[in-house]
């Protein structure tokens, strides 16, 4: 069992960064695949990054290649996603989530969410 708790959401101008963290507890990060997602209002959640447990082969979601970049470091149990050139469009509730198996098509917990709003 882990619990994630995201933060660094908040009000940006486009063009402008944030970077979101996301905390764990309970279990160390370094067991999970971890992985974030964003929800904008009227919307089904959408994939955004992902990140194996070494820290390699992270993937991104086409809306957010070369603007966002998932990071993790083990030792403090937390996972980053630093986001620049912000756009309207990327205004969302961002949710950090971790698995087990990285071919696992659920993922298996859930953050309870930050705001990022993007004002043009």
């Known amino acids: 069992q882990v619990q994630l708790v995201e933060s660094g959401g908040g009000l940006v101008q486009a063009g402008g960064s944030l970077r979101l963290s996301c905390a764990a507890s309970?279990?160390?990060?370094?067991?999970?695949?971890m992985g974030w997602f964003r929800q904008a209002p009227g919307k089904e959640r959408e994939f955004v990054a992902r990140?194996?447990?070494?820290?390699?082969?992270?993937y991104y979601s086409d809306s957010v290649e070369g603007r966002f970049t998932i990071s993790r470091d083990n030792a403090k149990n937390t996972v980053y996603l630093q986001m620049n050139s912000l756009k309207p469009e990327d205004t969302a509730v961002y949710y950090c989530a971790a698995k087990f198996q990285l071919t696992a098509k659920s993922w298996d917990y859930w953050g309870q969410g930050t705001q990022v709003t993007v004002s043009s």
């Open positions: 309970g279990r160390t990060v370094s067991t999970y695949v």
């Open positions: 990140i194996s447990r070494g820290g390699a082969m992270p």
